[in-house]
């Protein structure tokens, strides 16, 4: 096994393996389950019968003629399958009778800012979208830009790039200038979607001005949508800019839409790989929406009637794609959609949400339930949870503590919890407990779903034994898996199936505990997880030598007790520098890393230092500045150039242990 931050779990792991906690199901719960005993064993029998029985609670235009056709490593499921995946979402619930059904109550940061949108409202407006596009020029396959806050006018904009085949690349809000540029020319998108601004923290940012920016680069962007949102000014280019509330509530309420192959492109999805460049992760419209809706129904036990549920992410990441909008409203399930911070409003603001909504299902990240239980139990037992009845964990490895907690506060122990595991990659959940079925353990995911064949293996490939550690494998095709990297087709191949023949390496290390359950242990590569969200080195390390004073950067992962992992960055500046003006620098340099890519890169800490360790053959030792950056004992620096740079740098992080820079 490689290192891997995730091995740090520690004392608390250890302890909790060896106490073999678990928690049974609830026996209510096992008995109105959607998932009943023998799943497991019926898709192990026929995984492709299996799965082909999942598609049939969706609406195809026309049948498929085989499940799947499989050429490792490309897959088409479905194949000769016809639907739309917006009339999924939304037209068959409106033809079933349940158009009166809230589809989102959404929720904005201002207190009192909130809309209730039903299955019939949401057709309405995703139809006068689709009509706005096809007017701006959208045809099917062409790609759609979407850089949004958190309205309802977001998720419009998806369902209507569906509705017309064209695939959408949807951009997190956060996101700078220079990244959605990135974006924006690797997908050739010719229209963007955005806003004058969001809310976040109590006050309006901007969005347009990104947007401007960008485009700058862009010259091929031929219009750009604007939702009024926050009333800021913005500037106009009357022959590119159109205002939503101008453009798309003029068209017709009614749209005729056309019924696409299973492996019609829905959208492509930016997430940081082992380079500087994101990778755009394509999925397809069939085999993405069985995935997504199988696994929200069976994973959360949805019942459509009576549910609320919260998925308490932004769409700007795979999780709001996934479990925001494709799997709920293929489901037909009512959503809560919440526009702010957790604290915006006050540190019992989600509670009051649940409170008031009468959520019963709560699916978020252990980063954000640690920041929860930092603000105190008193907050949650002043509100009253009731109506909960199921609790989720996404993004990264939860710390048993953090599960504990979660249970006892929010769950008052008697909500299953139901850790999940899955990536931008994946489209869907591959690993989780299932309610009323599966036994759950404090910080487990437990085990594959049905249909789904994981492994865990050593260095060679070959599976471990129970109470060993290793590398997370998939090892046989699935719905909701990418159909490549869009544009690179070798990057494809040799990011994800050159690693162990035949298998999807995930890029995550694993353990089998006593009983044969899983444990998710992190990122084995250049990739860190903070807050939930993949960061790759490579890109921070190539914003910071973008900045005219930086010779050289090195930036690694280091534990962080509320966001999982956090940035640390080891800089060589050209000329001299010290005190002050150092201190300055490492101000600077972390302002240029959140404008070049976003504030959630920005790293924690910056250690300014005169050289890197490096081998004899120039390769800078990255193990041994994670080592640096978890103050562990440094092993053998006989291989490096120059030794005394490492124990120089270990020397300065431990006499000022939280950086420069830290906050």
Known sequence: MTDTNAEQSGPALSALLQERRQFAPPPELAAAANAQPGIYEEAAADPLAWWERQAEHLQWERPWDQVLQWDLPYAKWFVGGKLNASVNCVDRHVTAGNGDRVAFHWIGEPENDTRTITYAELQRMV?????????????????VAIYMPMVPEAVVAMLACARLGAPHSVIFGGFSAEALASRILDADARVVITADGGYRRGTASALKPSVDLALEQCPDVRAVLVVRRTGQDVLWREERDHWWHELVERQPDTHQAEAFDAEQPLYIMYTSGTTAKPKGILHTTGGYLVHTSATHRLVFDVKPETDVFWTAADIGWVTGHSYIVYGPLANGVTSVMYEGTPDAGGQDRWWRIVEQYKVTILYT???????????????????????????????????????????????????????????????????????????????????????????????????????????????????GMLRGIWGDPERYQDTYWSR????????????????????????????????????????????????????????????????????????????????????????????????????????????????????????????????????????????????????????????????????
């Open 500 to 663: 162990f023949a035949g298998s999807y390496f995930a890029g995550d290390g694993a353990k089998r505990d006593d009983d044969g359950d899983l444990w998710l242990l992190g990122r084995v590569d250049d990739v860190m997880n903070v807050s939930g969200h993949r960061i790759s080195t490579a890109e921070i390390e190539h914003a910071l030598v973008g900045h005219p004073r930086v010779a050289e950067a090195a930036v690694v992962g280091a534990s962080d007790p509320t966001t999982g992992q956090a940035v640390v960055a080891f800089v060589t500046v050209k000329g001299e520098i010290a005190g002050e003006d150092g201190e300055a620098l490492v101000a600077e340099l972390r302002e240029h890393v959140a404008t070049t890519i976003s504030p959630i890169a920005k790293p924690r800490q910056i250690l300014l230092t005169p050289d890197l360790p490096k081998t004899r053959s120039g390769k800078i030792m990255r193990r041994l500045l994670r080592d640096v950056a978890e103050h562990r004992d440094l092993g053998d620096v006989t291989t490096l150039l120059d030794s005394s740079v490492v124990q120089m740098i270990d020397d300065k992080m431990r006499t000022a242990p939280g950086g420069a820079g830290d906050e």
């Open 365 to 479: 990240a252990p980063t954000t339930i640690r920041t929860l239980m930092k603000w105190g139990e008193e907050l949650p037992a002043a509100h009253d949870l009731s109506s909960l009845r199921l609790l989720g964990s996404v993004g990264e490895p939860i710390n048993p503590e953090a599960w504990m907690w979660y249970r006892t506060n929010i769950g008052r122990d008697r909500c299953p919890i139901v850790d999940t595991w899955w990536q931008t990659e994946t489209g869907g959940i591959l690993i989780s407990p299932l309610p009323g079925i599966t036994a759950t353990k404090p910080g487990a995911a437990m085990r594959p779903l049905p249909g789904i064949s994981a492994d865990v293996v050593d260095n060679e490939g070959a599976s471990v034994a129970n109470g060993e550690g290793g590398y997370l494998v998939i090892t046989a095709p699935w719905p």
């Open 127 to 143: 139809c006068q979208a689709a009509n706005a596009l096809v007017e701006l020029g959208v045809k099917a396959g062409d790609r």
